[in-house]
């Protein structure tokens, strides 16, 4: 990592580590038009120069899923936009790992109340990145720090550090909800249901292993297994039937599913290089 002093206040988890350097690879290694420009998550991680070399990082093999990770942060980057533009002045991340949205669109996060929602360890390793780097913390960024291994309410701590519940909000939770059981999913999706009217959540899921193209089952068990490994399994998988099942029996009735093919359609269309991101994860997008 960037810095052997910050190993006492934790790292990210290597799955953050990961997306952040996927994307990093998307701006340096695919043709442009570029589906999104972040390589401020890059500078966070600080990973030497051979990072490019790393098993994860091998160009051909993973492009089908760094493709995916870009085309889902940017119908999130898109949501947001048009939530701020109707007036939604409150944006919560859950599990936000490093997330670089208020860096790098700091024109539509400063018209926000931005809450990332993370654990203590790793997001006071960001917090130290971000001073160190010269990004700061800005006064409309609240780091909001939540020991979910302790059954901390990430509800109580997002309230305490500002959050009005009775104003609408946009709440996007991705790459989460293959880590927890369903009853914790459940239990997000009905607070999220008591938000304010003209709420939106948008929340990713895992295909089961036979709603996912043929070619892309091995890379989701190489992912599988080195979740596992990293001492955090994949323990969660949902069909769109069923997760939109769930949204609307915790109360969220205007539920829809956005699946990775509608994606790729809208972001990667008319590119010539044949990148397109691969299958296995979908969206549940609900209005309250």
Known sequence: MADEQDEHIGAP??????????????????????????????????????WRDRPDMDQQATRGFRAAMVARARFIEDLIAEQADRGVTQYVVLGAGLDTFAQRKPEIASRLRIFEVDQPGPQAWKRHRLVELGHGIPEW???????????????????????????????VST?????????????????????????????????????????????????????????????????????????????????????????????????????RPSSGEDLLLATT
Not at 32 to 49: A, N
Not at 244 to 267: I, K, N, Q
């Open 175 to 275: 790459g989460v909800t293959m880590y927890l059981t369903e009853d914790a999913t459940v239990a997000t999706l009905r607070q999220i249901a008591g938000l304010a009217p003209g709420s939106t959540l948008a929340m990713t899921f895992l295909l089961p292993t036979e709603l996912i193209d043929d070619a892309d089952r091995p890379g989701l068990r190489a992912s599988a297994e080195g979740a596992r490994a990293s001492g955090t399994p994949f323990i969660s998988f949902y069909t769109p039937q069923r997760m939109l099942a769930l949204a609307r029996e915790a109360g969220l009735a205007d539920a829809h599913h956005v699946s990775g093919a509608l994606l790729a359609e809208r972001y990667f269309a008319d590119r010539t290089d044949g990148l």
């Open 13 to 50: 988890d290597s799955t953050a580590v990961r997306t952040a350097l996927w994307r990093a690879m998307h701006v340096q290694v695919d043709l442009p038009p570029h589906v999104v420009e972040d390589e401020i998550g890059l500078r966070l991680v600080g990973p030497g120069d051979g």
């Open 141 to 171: 960024l609240h780091l909001v720090p939540v020991d979910f291994e302790a059954n901390a309410s990430w509800w109580e701590q997002l309230a305490a550090a500002g959050f009005d519940p009775g104003r609408p909000a946009v709440i």
